[in-house]
């Protein structure tokens, strides 16, 4: 079975000493409950295995019932460490205050009860966790799967991944797309903004998110200011609902907003957003076209190729910790900046007929960045840029 990197460094965590509670979020469906099934299959630790998602309303009584379970079948059975994994965590009313009372109760009676706390709203983990857990918590963060891993699971090529993106579920379904389109949008979109949104976060207008989300999957790699969105939203919200709505879009892994690059953090947050999906079947899925189409269409599929290409860096981005922009200064543009420790990287795309490098120059005239890159027929491939991880240039 195709297992995910990030499994040997969580096996080795938990084979270690009770030291800390491991946290693992990311979207739904990348693989969290997987991995983390994979994982108990290889330890030799007794586990006990509850989600909160598989109940109607999960409260704190419900948690500490759980753990109690835990405690008594690890006594009973007389194991010297346990493993205890919630699913969903972020479901339970105050669960880091219940967490760390529970963990703190057992860290004081040395119980060697080790925990594992899985979830999809990154916002509401990182809440959490920072109000509650400091200093008894590590996390790992799974985001959506890279080319590198849709080939290696399916055997996807290049442009299949670019049109179908990195979602693992739907990895056997593409050869029916119209079953493949139901899928994500019923299955992970809606699931995603119902569950992972609107139930635990309080949305005044839901539809107006909802179609922030259609059109911001529309004009993925796209610059567009909120007060242009508001137009063609034709709803009487203002810019910062529309900037607190995509924060929350982009905790749960759907769509972000990246700022432009600036030598100030006033400038950069106060920019207009650069559009990104962080998986290009959240694009595919709401378009009426199908791949055939598309993929004969050179202006549409170089705007999924930059998208493909985005949604990568902002993934890496998650997992490793570096900081991506964008760059326009009039007519001259740099599809993406990474910023890392002080070092700067520009990235252009060029999928299309056009290669020129106008912005690539201009950007390092004025700010002379540590390395550029041009990523097209006369660059780095395509494949080979999907198939590194981006914090490797930094090297």
Request: aromatic share 10%; glycine share 6%.
């Given at each position: 079975?195709?297992?995910?990197?990030h499994?040997?460094?969580?096996i080795?965590?938990?084979?270690e000493?009770?030291?800390?509670?491991?946290?693992?979020?990311?979207p739904?469906?990348?693989?969290?409950?997987?991995m983390v099934n994979?994982?108990?299959?290889?330890?030799?630790?007794?586990?006990?295995?509850?989600?909160?998602?598989?109940?109607?309303?999960?409260?704190?009584?419900?948690?500490?019932?759980?753990w109690?379970?835990?405690r008594?079948?690890?006594d009973?059975?007389g194991?010297?460490?346990?493993?205890?994994?919630?699913?969903?965590?972020?479901k339970?009313?105050?669960?880091?205050?219940?967490?760390?009372?529970?963990?703190?109760?057992?860290?004081?009676?040395?119980?060697p009860?080790k925990v594992i706390?899985l979830?999809?709203?990154?916002?509401?983990?990182?809440?959490g966790?920072?109000?509650?857990?400091?200093?008894r918590?590590?996390?790992?963060y799974?985001?959506?799967w890279?080319y590198?891993?849709?080939n290696?699971?399916?055997?996807?090529?290049?442009?299949?991944?670019?049109w179908?993106?990195?979602?693992?579920?739907?990895?056997?379904?593409?050869?029916?797309e119209?079953r493949w389109?139901n899928?994500?949008?019923?299955?992970?979109?809606?699931?995603?903004?119902?569950?992972d949104?609107?139930?635990?976060?309080?949305?005044?207008k839901p539809?107006?998110?909802r179609?922030l989300?259609?059109l911001?999957c529309?004009y993925?790699g796209?610059?567009?200011?909120?007060t242009k969105?508001l137009?063609?939203?034709?709803?009487?919200?203002?810019?910062?609902?529309l900037?607190?709505?995509?924060?929350?879009?982009d905790?749960a892994?759907l769509?972000g907003g990246?700022?432009?690059?600036?030598?100030d953090?006033?400038?950069?947050?106060?920019?207009s957003p650069?559009?990104?999906?962080?998986?290009?079947?959240?694009?595919s899925?709401q378009?009426?076209?199908?791949f055939?189409?598309?993929?004969q269409?050179?202006?549409e599929?170089?705007?999924m190729?930059?998208s493909a290409i985005?949604?990568?860096l902002?993934?890496?981005?998650?997992?490793?910790?570096?900081?991506?922009?964008?760059?326009r200064?009039?007519?001259?543009?740099?599809?993406?900046?990474?910023?890392?420790?002080?070092?700067?990287?520009?990235?252009?795309?060029?999928?299309?007929?056009?290669?020129?490098?106008?912005?690539?120059?201009?950007?390092q005239?004025q700010?002379?960045?540590d390395?550029?890159?041009?990523?097209?027929k006369?660059?780095?491939?395509?494949?080979?840029?999907?198939?590194l991880?981006p914090?490797?240039?930094?090297?």
């Amino acid at each position: 079975m195709f297992q995910r990197p990030h499994i040997k460094e969580l096996i080795s965590r938990i084979k270690e000493p009770r030291k800390h509670i491991q946290v693992i979020m990311g979207p739904r469906q990348v693989g969290k409950t997987t991995m983390v099934n994979q994982l108990t299959k290889e330890i030799k630790i007794q586990s006990y295995f509850v989600s909160a998602d598989a109940i109607a309303y999960s409260d704190k009584a419900w948690l500490v019932q759980q753990w109690e379970v835990a405690r008594q079948r690890m006594d009973i059975d007389g194991n010297e460490a346990f493993l205890f994994i919630v699913d969903e965590i972020q479901k339970i009313n105050n669960w880091s205050e219940t967490v760390k009372l529970l963990w703190d109760t057992d860290s004081r009676e040395n119980r060697p009860l080790k925990v594992i706390l899985l979830g999809s709203s990154r916002l509401l983990l990182q809440q959490g966790l920072t109000e509650s857990l400091a200093g008894r918590f590590e996390t790992t963060y799974m985001a959506h799967w890279s080319y590198t891993e849709m080939n290696q699971a399916f055997g996807w090529t290049l442009d299949q991944y670019i049109w179908f993106g990195g979602y693992p579920g739907s990895g056997n379904m593409i050869q029916d797309e119209e079953r493949w389109k139901n899928y994500i949008n019923q299955s992970l979109i809606e699931t995603s903004i119902s569950k992972d949104i609107l139930m635990l976060t309080r949305v005044d207008k839901p539809a107006l998110m909802r179609r922030l989300f259609e059109l911001g999957c529309l004009y993925s790699g796209q610059i567009l200011s909120f007060t242009k969105i508001l137009g063609q939203l034709q709803d009487a919200g203002n810019t910062v609902t529309l900037s607190h709505y995509l924060e929350l879009l982009d905790t749960a892994g759907l769509l972000g907003g990246i700022e432009k690059y600036a030598a100030d953090i006033i400038r950069k947050r106060s920019s207009s957003p650069k559009f990104q999906v962080h998986n290009t079947a959240l694009i595919s899925a709401q378009r009426n076209e199908f791949f055939e189409e598309i993929s004969q269409n050179p202006k549409e599929w170089g705007r999924m190729v930059e998208s493909a290409i985005g949604a990568h860096l902002v993934n890496s981005a998650l997992t490793e910790g570096f900081k991506i922009y964008y760059w326009r200064e009039r007519n001259e543009e740099v599809d993406f900046v990474l910023e890392r420790r002080n070092k700067v990287i520009a990235i252009e795309v060029k999928s299309g007929a056009d290669q020129s490098n106008t912005g690539l120059n201009q950007f390092q005239k004025q700010f002379k960045p540590d390395k550029i890159l041009l990523i097209g027929k006369t660059g780095l491939s395509v494949a080979d840029f999907l198939s590194l991880n981006p914090v490797n240039l930094f090297k």
